[in-house]
């Protein structure tokens, strides 16, 4: 074996990321390493490239233990990495890039010739025909990221791990970087390939490990693995497991509105979503695989190219989150900490936040309002908070989300997404929010509801739509909805048609 | 081509057609003695600006500049007054001083992850409240030393004086170029003015490289201080306020990206000269308020970022294309 991490072990403060993880990566072959949010494939590779130190477990290359200190560590090493993006400097030349801190100098001056003629050898061999005088930021993503491999073979030369290399290349780009994945296998390099796609992952995968709450769940070879199985293997599930139950029908009204053609190009192809008067639409579809965009699309976070949203009196303006919540949406993120509380204001001002954006700096809701505002909902959601004026930061993760649920409540929205609404909090908040998705829908509000958790979106959903390789696949209604019809959607397009007959 | 040198070949162009169309009005504009003047008049402004440069390169700034120039001609001028000392010892230790000063804001941003904004905002007082501390007068330099310095000169054709400041700047220029544009520690700077943190990824050292810049700029405005000592024969506290804030319009002009990564040492030369040229031509006018200048330099400015951001612009479209 060229590499193996074995039972690695990394804590952080409250969880066990890695638990005794062991994943071996043999000379000249391809390594996919999935896993859903969570699962601790980023914290592996951290723990490799010397980015994260391990609490426990071994690492050994070439037969010898070793101990990366840093990513600059690692590489010496021999383990290098390409991240999905910022690995390069777009301002300096590709030359400069590829040779940087190691220019070949003449008389103490770097030489541009003995640059270029550097450069030049380090991309032979990867069938790139591109001036190296010119800045690297003037070519495609795809080339950069064939640059960034490059250098890493370059520095490294025996383990390559790519994080999530594909996630903005078109499929002509994708084609192009795999052409050099397999140069590189058949060099003798060990790869490690991170990403969402499962397409991609068997096309070019010889094996493939599978890790989930931060443990080693399988590794298999690619050859012959069955999609529907490795889909479970990520997702933990059983095909036999139970099906409807405990759902809670809405009484959807009237269509609220219509999003026709949707879409953003490279991140979410066109769609079409309807939307009824109090019914909850679940959005099930593994991470990356465009749940999130669509959200993004229809909140105007990402301005969208192509088709339009609609209601009964007309088109809406979605083009930015502003004018979204002047029509009535609402998006509570997936990613709390970085865009959703601000964790150093209190629970108040996080709370009147939108209602203030909404009505204009201009018009200042008098602080005795917040706070009334602030205790109504406190004490409506059965937030934990010593009070009003306790910054956000220091509550527990499910009381901040019924923060951020408050925040929009407060604006009464016709249109709420929620996206990962019970990601990281404990099992008596879950069920708190899943009460308060059902109270909010019985009041007349829509919910776009995106989870990975299956029974959730089973629990609470009229309707859910399965999204895969950034396209929209399926459609689930009433009794149709089951963890097992979601799960074999996911994985393949023919086996969610024969679930649902 | 290239889009990153296009702010270059702007500011030469701005230059030459503002020469231009001060020789259709004052043919007399055109002589190797205006030259000459322009070279002298703003040589310790184009030597601060050569260190301004590599900092904005860097994605910083240094606020200081002026400050320590004041600093220096006070220093010089006490020192020659009150020891027996030949100016060039003193010179040396000022650079020292100036070196080490800058090295040592430069240290501070980066162990402090401060804003280089605010560690330089203090060294400004500080290097003038030190200026002060040592006289509150103007002290008169009158060392033969610096009467050679002042009178050294070599006549163009034209009877232009090609003056050892303007010969200095000069140099400086040059070093700048080559320490910028053809060392290891130049493609750093560029490197962390790119993008701090993928430069760190890249294996690039970002603290020694942080307090080079800054005792480069150090350096770079003790040596203007020099300069400008030599220029007005005295030190005074009082003198070079704001001439950061040139250094840094000059920087700007020059086509240099104020948010750093992206610029030439080159057009630093250009920048200053265009500044001084508004100047000049307020001189042979002789009926405009001085205040044009400051006016004009607000318009340069003002062009120079909405083309940078312009550039901008286009180079994500060509890439999309």
């Known amino acids: ?501 | 081509m290239n889009v990153r040198r296009l702010p270059l070949y702007a500011t030469i162009a701005i230059f030459l057609v503002a020469y231009l169309l001060c020789w259709l009005q004052f043919p007399n504009i055109l002589s190797t003695r205006v030259v000459g003047n322009l070279l002298t008049d703003n040589a310790y402004l184009g030597i601060a600006a050569v260190g301004m440069t590599v900092v904005i390169l860097s994605g910083g700034i240094d606020l200081s500049v002026g400050s320590v120039i004041a600093f220096a001609g006070v220093f010089i001028a006490v020192l020659l007054r009150d020891t027996g000392l030949h100016p060039l010892p003193v010179f040396a230790l000022l650079l020292g001083l100036t070196t080490a000063f800058g090295a040592a804001q430069g240290a501070l941003i980066h162990a402090l992850a401060m804003p280089a904004f605010i560690v330089t905002l203090a060294g400004m007082f500080l290097a003038r409240g030190v200026a002060y501390l040592l006289t509150l007068d103007s002290v008169p330099i009158d060392h033969p030393f610096f009467e050679t310095l002042q009178k050294a000169y070599w006549l163009m054709p034209g009877k232009g004086r090609l003056t050892l400041l303007g010969v200095l700047m000069l140099l400086c220029v040059a070093g700048g170029m080559l320490l910028a544009h053809r060392t290891r520690f130049g493609t750093n700077v560029f490197a962390i003015g790119g993008g701090q943190g993928t430069a760190r990824m890249m294996g690039v050292p970002i603290g020694r490289t942080t307090v080079l810049i800054y005792a480069f700029s150090g350096f770079m405005a003790g040596l203007a201080g020099i300069a400008f000592a030599i220029y007005t024969a005295a030190g005074y506290p009082l003198a070079t306020v704001g001439v950061e804030l040139n250094a840094i319009a000059a920087v700007v002009i020059g086509g240099t990206l104020l948010s750093g990564g992206s610029g030439t040492v080159l057009g630093t030369l250009f920048g200053v000269l265009t500044m001084g040229l508004i100047q000049t031509y307020i001189v042979f006018d002789g009926t405009l308020s001085s205040w044009w200048t400051k006016i004009v330099i607000g318009l340069l400015l003002f062009l120079f970022i909405v083309l940078q951001k312009g550039l901008l612009r286009i180079g994500q479209l060509q890439r999309t294309a």
């Open chain 1, 1 to 501: 074996m060229l590499l193996q991490a074995r039972s690695l072990t990394k804590r952080f403060p409250g969880t066990l990321a890695l638990d005794g993880v062991t994943f071996e990566l043999a000379a000249g072959e391809v390594h996919a390493l999935l896993g859903e949010n969570g699962a601790g494939k980023s914290t592996l590779i951290k723990c490799l490239t010397g980015a994260y130190r391990r609490d426990g477990g071994e690492i050994v290359l070439d037969g010898r233990p070793v101990d990366p200190q840093s990513t600059a560590h690692a590489q010496e090493l021999g383990i290098g990495t390409v991240y999905q993006e910022v690995n390069l400097l777009p301002n300096l030349t590709v030359a400069e890039n590829l040779t940087l801190g190691r220019q070949p100098r003449r008389w103490g001056l770097t030489s541009r010739r003995g640059m270029r003629a550097l450069a030049r050898e380090m991309l032979a061999g990867y069938g790139l025909d591109i001036d190296v005088e010119r800045d690297l930021g003037a070519y495609s993503v795809a080339v950069q990221q064939i640059v960034a491999i490059a250098r890493a073979v370059h520095l490294s030369g025996k383990v390559l791990i790519l994080d999530e290399p594909t996630a903005s290349l078109d499929a002509r780009e994708v084609a192009m970087l795999f052409d050099v994945v397999r140069r590189l296998r058949e060099r003798g390099l060990g790869i490690v390939f991170v990403s969402h796609f499962l397409d991609q992952v068997f096309a070019i995968s010889d094996r493939i490990t599978v890790l989930r709450n931060g443990r080693h769940i399988a590794t298999t070879e690619a050859a012959g693995l069955d999609r529907l199985r490795l889909v479970n293997l990520m997702l933990g599930r059983e095909l036999e497991q139970a099906t409807g139950h405990g759902r809670t029908a809405h009484d959807a009204g009237e269509e609220l509105l219509r999003a026709e053609r949707l879409g953003k190009r490279g991140r979410i192809a066109p769609f079409d979503l309807s939307i009824r008067k109090g019914e909850v639409v679940g959005m099930a579809g593994l991470l990356g695989s465009g749940r999130t965009e669509t959200a993004e699309v229809l909140f105007g976070a990402t301005a969208a190219d192509s088709g339009a949203v609609k209601d009964r009196a007309g088109a809406i303006d979605v083009s930015t989150p502003a004018r979204a919540i002047a029509s009535g949406f609402g998006f509570a993120p997936e990613d709390r900490k970085t865009d959703g509380i601000i964790g150093d204001l209190s629970v108040r001002e996080n709370i009147a936040l939108a209602l203030q954006a909404h009505r204009g700096w201009a018009r200042p809701i008098p602080r005795a309002e917040q706070r009334r505002l602030a205790e109504d909902f406190i004490r409506r959601l059965d937030i934990r908070t010593p009070g009003p004026e306790k910054p956000v930061g220091q509550l527990s993760g499910g009381n901040q989300q019924k923060v951020i649920l408050a925040r929009w409540l407060a604006m009464n929205p016709r249109f709420l997404i929620l996206d990962e609404p019970t990601r990281g909090i404990d099992v008596g908040a879950h069920a708190e929010v899943l009460r308060l998705i059902n109270e909010m829908v019985a009041g007349g509000m829509s919910l776009l509801v995106i989870s990975s958790e299956l029974e959730e979106l089973v629990t609470v959903s009229d309707r859910v739509i399965v999204v895969r390789d950034r396209r929209h696949v399926a459609e689930l209604t009433g009794q149709e909805i089951t963890t097992d019809a979601i799960v074999r959607a996911i994985a393949a397009p023919e086996a969610a048609t024969e679930a649902a007959e």
